[in-house]
């Protein structure tokens, strides 16, 4: 059953990054297929990775939120570079 749900959620997951076309849509698609993910490696009883996954997992999602809203401000803004790097 938990490899039926794990499956599920990764095609879910991967069905959602195809069809949404905002960038914040994708990237919590990207967690579901996350999810289903640590739900594989759980079935399979790799315990120590899933726990290291579940931690790490929603601080990278974090980062790269961040990442986005940053680069979506400097867009609107069109700064320009302060130096040339050659």
Known sequence: ???????L??????????VHTDIINKIIMLTLIEIGIIGFITYYYYLDVAIVAAITEPIVTIVI????MKYKK????KVEPKAIIP
């Open 1 to 7: 059953m938990i490899l039926l749900i794990s499956a």
């Open 9 to 18: 959620c990764c095609i879910v997951g991967s069905l959602g990054v195809i």
């Open 65 to 68: 939120l961040i990442g986005y």
């Open 74 to 77: 400097l867009k609107e803004e």
